[in-house]
């Protein structure tokens, strides 16, 4: 797996996959998969990384809630 991170676009890029060839992308918000042929992801890319890494950090550091 390589990782990327473009500050001048804020953009993570991790590289899955060496093999195949891009054939499609599916977009869910500021993450988009793009997979080969076969449906099987080959890179992901995070827009507006650091707003999302920082959401992930608060998140993660966040104490658990007891269950009711």
Known sequence: MKILYDRE??????TLSEEG?????EQ???IILHLNEADQPVLL???????FLADVLKTSLQPEKAAA
Do not use: K, Q, Y
Not at 9 to 14: A, G, H, K, S
């Open 45 to 51: 890319e995070i827009l507006h990384a650091s707003d």
């Open 21 to 25: 060839h891009i054939d499609h992308a």
């Open 9 to 14: 676009e804020d953009i993570l890029t991790l």
């Open 28 to 30: 869910v918000e500021s």
